[in-house]
């Protein structure tokens, strides 16, 4: 019986005895990040959910009007596309290398990365609005209620003319396509925009000393976070800049 | 130092080096996804080719940069998850597209 009581006290003991960087719901600080990550992968997969219905659909109509979907590609701009994707890979290095000073407690590194992963996400979404998405609107080539009048001839590529004249089923299909475009880039666009907010707040609480080689899940989950959203990117810019 | 880590991290801290190397790769891939816009292979090489790069890239992105090659299986799993729903989807998406219509190719006055 008493025994059994001095167990339990030992046990209650080694629980007095925890380390300050783990929370008590957690048998060691290993757990706790990987309880975090794995929270985190979670909702990435979530993520992967939303944006596959997206990519399946656009899979789903590409297939059935590929000639709206060459004639729309056409109206991107590739060198921009390729501009763009390698400022998005430049931001994803450098968030990168964010998590690895917060890692080995370089603070002042961490603001420095996650300053300059801002700045090149900032440039990212930048270009895209003034040399993408503007020069579209101004060009009648938004989707939207009377707004889409594609005027073939600033348009890129042979024979747009004769085709979007030959059938109005044809205008149609290159305002799918346009949809499409706007809704994924948007979207993509739109999560660039979350992720700017997110890590103002990180660089607020980094500066203030918040961050270090004990306590890094969220920069290291935000990292998980703009990665994806990089990957989510990296799919889109064939798939939108690239169709022959 | 690697038992430092060991201690304060509990888990595998990527040197800034392997980074910088898995970033030239993606450069490279990137380049190599535009340079084969110019070749056209045939519709199934052209987006065969394309996606095949974007995924090496999705992989190299996956590994290295959100740390899945240095973490525990059970994040293997929920990293996979996501992509095994994916395949599901576009599988039996497509597998009901692909059959609906007799092909009738849209280049041709058929």
Known sequence: MSASVETLDAHAHDHHHHDPDVQHHFESFEQQQEASKLGMWLFLAQEVMFFGGLFASYTVFRFLYPEAWSVGSHQTSIPIGAFNTSVLLLSSFSMALGVYSVQVGNTRNLIRFLLLTLILGAIFVGVKLQWEYLPKWEHGLVPGLNTFHPDPHPMHGHGVAEWLAADPANVAHLQLFFIFYFLMTGMHALHMLIGFGIILVLLVKAWRGTYGPRRFNTIENFGLYWHFVDIVWVFLFPLFYLVH | ?110
Not at chain 2, 40 to 63: H, R
Request: glycine residues 4%.
């Open chain 2, 1 to 110: 130092m690697s038992h430092k880590e060991e201690i304060t991290t509990g888990h595998h801290i990527v040197p800034p080096f392997t980074y910088f190397k898995v970033l030239i790769m993606l450069a490279l891939l990137m380049a190599l996804t535009v340079i084969a816009y110019y070749f056209n292979m045939g519709e199934v090489l052209n987006i065969g080719v394309a996606m095949a790069i974007a995924v090496a890239k999705m992989v190299l992105i996956l590994l290295f940069f959100m740390h899945v090659k240095y973490s525990t299986r059970l994040t293997w799993v929920f990293a996979g998850a996501g992509f095994f729903w994916l395949v599901l989807l576009f599988t039996l998406t497509l597998a009901d597209y692909v059959t609906r219509y007799t092909w009738i190719s849209p280049f041709t006055n058929n």
